[in-house]
Each structure stands twice: as C-alpha cells, then as structure tokens.
C-alpha cells in the first residue's frame, strides 16, 4: 500500500446526499474491501428493537444521559429524527482518527455542519446528487419501495439537501455507481496522501534522508 | 467521465521529486491517457538546439526581453540554470484554467514556491520523494547515466529537495512505479471533483434541482 510506512492522522469521511441517490450502496462498497475505517457507534434514545445490541448498533441511553452528552460537548453531531435522539460520541472518533482510522459516516447536512465546527481539519465532506430531480424521482418509483406521496416528500427533501452542495469540499453527480464508488474511493486516497495529515513525514524525512552512508 | 457536463475551473499540477525519483516517467504516464492537459511552453534565453521550434519547444527571447517579462510580471514563475534562463508565461497558463484545462508543471520546489504566491487556489502540488537516499542512489546508480561525482551532487540536492515537503499539499512515498502513478491520478481524480473547482454547479443545481416537472 502506498506510503504504509508512514504514520498518518485519520479522517472523518461525510458522504451525504438525498435519500434514492445510491449512498448506502456507496457507503457499503468503500467499507467492503476497505479495512481502515473505525466504526462509529450512536447513542440513542430510541428503545433497541429485537436482535439489537447495546454497544454494538447503538449505545441505547436514557433521555436525561443524552441531553448530559449533549450539554458536556460529548457527542460531535447529534439530532433528533420522529421523536428520537441520535448523536456520535466523540471522543471513541478522536481516539481512532489518532491512531490512523479513518471513519466514515452516512449523515445529511445538518450533521455534517455540526462535524465541521467541531474538528474542520479532520473532515473531508462529499456531497453526492443525483443527475436531475427528475431522474432520482425514475429511481425512487423503480425502485419500488415508497408510496407516491412519500416519494413527493423525498423529493422535497432532495431539493433541500442539494442546495446545501457549497458546503461540501467534494461534489460528485451519481449518473454511474461504479463511476461514482471509483470517484469516492479515489477521493478518499488522495486526502489520505496530503501532507498534513502523514504525521510521521518530519521523522521519516530526517531517517532517510541523512548524509549518504 | 464522472460530472462531465459540470463546467469547472483548471488546476495547475505540480510535481516535484529529486532527480531520479521518477517524476518524468510518471509526468509521462499521466499526460499519456488524459487530454485535459494544456502544454505550457516556456521562455528561455538560451539558444536553440538543432531540431527545437520557436513557440513549440520553447519561446526563444532575447535576455533584454526575458527581463521585461519578469519586470511586468508576465511569468508565472522563473529561474536561472546554468547562466541560462527560463520561465512560463503566465497568460496562456490563466486562459487555460478558465477554460477548464489543467497545466502540469515538472519543476522544483522554488518554481513550486513562486506559484504559490501567484495562484494559490490553483494549485495542486505532489512531493515525490524516493524511500530512503540510499535507494535512490542504487537507483541512480543502476541507471548508468551519471558519473560517481554527479550522482554525489544529486544526493546532496535531493536532500535539499527532500527537506522542502512541507510546501507541498501531498507527499507521495514511490516505492514501486505503478503504485505512485495510480495515486497521483487519484489525487488529479479527485482535485478535479473539488467543489470550489466546479464552477458549473450553481447553474446546474437551479437547472436540474427546480420542482418537479
């Protein structure tokens, strides 16, 4: 692997984009083959479902511990979705950005703006659209899984999450998944090549590049 | 080619690396496949070799001239080499980026420093630096072409070279050829999907993110 040899920071990977547009699919082909991302952990208020574990899906907490996060800056991003809280502890990410993983996270833009008050250096933002309102519309209706009034409601949603585009550092149009997974995972690459975040370049400089023996 | 009908702004490519790293191969093998390069053809002050065309290998002017350039801040970066002078004309280099063209520059950390100054949200710039001064000397030395106090020189302006890593946005360790080719096309990939870069997207977001038709 390119640089191995050299210590490196890692960073906090945000792909958002509007529901239909392919981010899981995406998400799941850079965590597939790629064994250097941390996996996050959520607290929640929400109660677990069956099967769920604590620790494992999600930290289940009660309301009362989860404004406590919230209130002592714990959590790096936090919201509330139908009556229930979620948030990213924080510092289980720092922790793992400081040995070197990366962390990948599936948010919209409200979380990943939390994210880049928080720790901007760290981030590294992507907002994936889709070619046209029209053409996420063909794939939400082909894909079969919503009612007409709740793909008019994604649609709205869409509209919203794309005009917050120019807060992204990346913004890649999804008209080909294995394109757009290529793009992604070229991305992700190339922002763990910059200098800044391969710590161990100053050492790596002074060993090899001593007068010639 | 992922968002190929998003109009964007041309980055200027630097890649520095000491002598005998490797950086003519890999600038070759990028600009082999990719056709979004403009070819800067520098000035010089030097007299033609037999076989070189003015305007196409190089501008060729008279010193008088070259210092007229300099003085009016015609050269987007210049410098001297064995009594000879050299430098990019910075006009041609701007019209290109405005229309959306890359530029890749193969040249060292002072040329890099005085692009820097001039466009810096332009500029994409690579450290290439070799695994350690003792393998790039096996390297220089296997390659036959230069004498014992020549490849002694290249050591000690490779440490130089070396040492100037922290001016430059990404360092590339090129261990193996093919690896460091495929990384510096990522970063090419990748730097091309910046958002800031795009400057189409604002119109394509009004254009194709309206209410549904």
Chains 1, 2 share one sequence.
């Not at 703006?113 to 053409?135: F, G, H, M, T, W």
């Amino acid at each position: 692997m390119i640089n191995e040899n050299i210590k490196r920071r890692g960073l906090m990977l945000i792909l958002s984009s509007p529901s239909g547009t392919g981010k899981t699919a995406i998400a799941h082909q850079i965590l597939e083959k790629d064994n250097n991302f941390f996996l996050s952990v959520s607290v929640t208020t929400r109660a677990p479902r069956p099967g769920e574990v604590d620790g494992k899906d999600y930290y289940f907490v009660e309301r009362k511990k989860y404004d406590e996060m919230v209130a002592k800056g714990e959590l790096l991003e936090h919201a509330e979705f139908c009556g229930n809280c979620y948030g990213t502890p924080k510092k289980p990410v720092l922790d793992a950005l400081e040995k070197g993983k990366d962390v990948l996270f599936d948010i919209e833009w409200q979380g990943a703006r939390q994210i880049a008050k928080a720790a901007r250096e760290d981030l590294v933002s992507i907002s994936i659209l889709p070619p046209s309102v029209n053409e996420l519309k063909n794939r939400l209706i082909n894909r079969g899984q919503d009612s007409t009034e709740v793909i008019e409601k994604r649609m709205k949603t869409a509209v919203d999450e794309a005009s917050h585009y120019s807060e992204y550092d990346y913004v890649v149009i999804n008209k080909d998944l294995d394109e757009t997974v290529d793009a992604v995972k070229c991305i992700l690459s190339a922002e763990r090549l910059k200098r800044e975040r391969q710590v161990g370049l100053s050492d790596f400089v002074k060993e090899c590049f001593c007068e010639t023996k």
